[in-house]
């Protein structure tokens, strides 16, 4: 019964956090308001004022040609005045060097601005447009984005005397960057999302209407979210975060601060009433509360960073770089550098309340005296599960976590009060508590550099291209596995001349584990670690040529025809020209030679481009979100297939179709992690064959 009510929690707390991700990809990451305002006799000024979302950049203005979406404002309709020079933006920008453009690019962070003079040039002014810009996190890219905007209003009374009428003035209509919008016709927004276009292209969308080709999936897409929420945890959601806690919990259980405290305290409990079934009890009771105490500390980081905030972790680079500090800091406490403790009196006091009042009050004030008083064991472990849970992206990761922690270092004060036979087994106390204390120490300065791995791809500074994080890496586990055969000595370890059978197995692990990771330094991929690594596209010595997989198709009901006539499955790639995780995607996953048999054998692979700028036919017309967009180019298009169809707007993004237009399986967004893309694309797979 228990086991499936976890489940059941599971399943429900997964299912809100797939509709609530599924919500977040629609918000927009920049937020502009846009004004006009007097900046003399006879000039106005269009002001665009940007408030970007933490994690994101917006990019600048004029930027070179091969990059991404440049800043750039255009002109439907210019009446009665005419620009001032090129689009200035305003702010403190960013100037950085692109490892994967190969080009120096500006843009802001947090907060930046527009700004276009216009000089008038008649009694009354009409400025009708739009701006385009473009904006990337560390993870997604936006498609090109558009601000539009319609201002009226009346010209200095001099421009009137001075300057004919338009009809009378041809010159005037030269002035104006662009001619009005060309007539479009409004679709039927109620019977489907699909725009009407004029021309040649309408024939090929009336019959993506007809197949049903752009019918909204965000439904089904989030039901195989929620319907797959316990085998996709297996590959490491939450059911990986709870093992993660679960494993934390065990090893904090066998360090010096801990594992002595447990006979003492079941002895306690069985002998303080004297009944034994009284003394099981409170012994359960002691147990759960500390449950209760680390899931509640779960909970408090959640709610004291909120939701969103938790998702920006993941790509924070600021945030990445404290983290690997922080790490750092644990792994020296480890080591024995110092001790990481709490004041004195917070545990003086808890123990003394404990000791003045009784019943279950009294248990739960004992439990939490026992985590102040193993901080300094227990508060590296759970700095280092916390900032891994926080940095995953979901909002009750923490809880999850601390609760496989808590129950791990909970469940022997009930089993050996169960069992109290048990107790004279246990193994005792000695110099191998400070040995897990090291290793725990090598593991987290390991995990350190993956944080700074991320700050590192996120400013470009270069300082920690994949060799070189396998570098040091191997390094590490080699020393760790000298510290476990004992040719490394650190401050608290005693002076054993002989190792254990369990270290010297844990040695030739860790010796082994370095060992597999030197072919990495020339270019061997170590799907093992793929996860943890930086993408093979910062590797500078590189012996393993790849050809990246080329997409059959650039234009979607072409490649769904494709699909019907072959009877295969589809996989539609949102990405862009100017997207670099979307490069990053294509270096580090779709060289590796499965991922390139499934979508080039078993696939009908479809690239949609978001930033393409070949005009359409003719504009379109549409209506989203109760306001009207002009779809101009073919990047304009397809960026709006993914935001009707699908409800994501971000880059780079798969999702698994049939022949109708139907999802397979899960959308798929950044991750160069190679075995969850290979599950990805056979889960799609198999349920098309089915």
Known sequence: MTTRIFRFFLFLVLSLAAGGGLRAQMADPVFFRVAQKSAGADELELRFDASIDPGWHLYSTDLPSGGPTSATIHFDQLEGAEPVGKLKPVGQEVERFDEIFQMDLRFFEYEGAFVQK????????????????????????????????????????????????????????AAAPAQPVQPVVQPDTAATPVP????ADSAGLAAAVASGLWKPVTEELQAFSEGDALSRMA??????????GFLGGLL????PCVWPIIPMTVSFFLKRSGDKKKGVRDAVIYGLSIVVIYVALGLIVTLALGGSALNDLSTNAVFNVFFCLLLVVFAASFFGAFELTLPASWSTRVSSKADSTGGLLSIFLM??????????????????????????????????GMFGF????????????????WLKQMPRSGGWMNVVKVSLGFIELAFALKFLSVADLAYGWGILDREVFLAIWIVLFALLGFYLLGKIKFPHDDDETHIGVTRFFLALASLSFAVYMVPGLWGAPLKAISAFSPPMNTQDFNLQKEEIVEAGFRDYEAGMQRARETGKPVMVDFTGFGCVNCRKMELAVWTDPEVKRLLTQ??????????????????????????KRTLRTVG????????????????????????EGNPLSYPYSYDEDVDKYVDFLKSGLENFRK
């Open 118 to 173: 216009l000089r008038l040039t008649a009694p009354a002014y009409v400025v009708k447009g739009y701006l385009e810009y473009g904006a990337c996190d560390d993870q997604n890219c936006l498609p090109p984005t558009t601000v539009e905007f319609n201002f009226t209003g009346k010209g200095p009374a001099a421009a009137a005397k001075k300057e004919p009428a338009p009809a009378e003035k041809p010159a005037s209509e």
């Open 252 to 255: 904090a259980l066998l360090t």
């Open 602 to 627: 078993d696939y009908v692979l479809i690239s949609l481009y978001v930033d393409d700028k070949t005009p359409l036919p003719a504009p379109m017309e549409v209506e989203e979100n109760g306001r």
């Open 196 to 199: 009407t276009a004029a021309a």
């Open 367 to 400: 439990a939490f005296t026992l985590s102040l008083v193993s901080f300094s064991c227990t508060g590296p472990i759970i700095g280092f599960l916390l900032v891994e849970v926080s940095t995953s992206g979901s909002i009750v990761a923490p809880a999850i």
């Open 235 to 244: 590959q490491g959601s939450l059911f990986y975060v709870f093992i993660a």
């Open 406 to 421: 808590a129950l791990a270092l909970a469940l022997p004060f009930t089993l050996f009060a169960l069992f109290p036979g």
């Open 636 to 659: 304009d298009k397809w960026s709006y297939l993914q935001r009707t169809k699908f409800g994501h707007s971000t880059q780079p993004f798969y999702v698994l179709l049939d022949g």
